[in-house]
């Protein structure tokens, strides 16, 4: 009978276990909202470095990014006036996730102008 106790236990916590992603997250969201919620509290440089460090430690986990990284990343790049990194960020993000073909062309549009 305890043994039951202990199987069902045991299966129990093993459901509350949270599922693998397939994505890298890293300061992703939390840099997002900081900039959201309070514009020009976090420099721009300084998203920048923690979103470059985030992207080595997937690489190394064999991680993607998430949607919408490469472009924060990209209109990060373009504030700080990198147009070739940034380019590269929206090109990256469009091939990657091709639903943001739209907006990414726009962005792309607006380093040429």
Known sequence: ????IWL???????GCAAPPTIYSWGSYE??????YAAPGSVQAQTQVDALEKDY???RADNKRMPPGWHAHLGSLYFQLGKLDL???SFLTEKADFPESTVLMDRMLANIRK
């Open 8 to 14: 069902g236990a045991a299966c129990m916590l093993v």
């Open 1 to 4: 009978m305890t043994r039951l």
């Open 30 to 35: 939390e840099l997002v909202y900081a900039s």
């Open 56 to 58: 080595q430690e997937a």
């Open 86 to 88: 940034a380019q590269q």
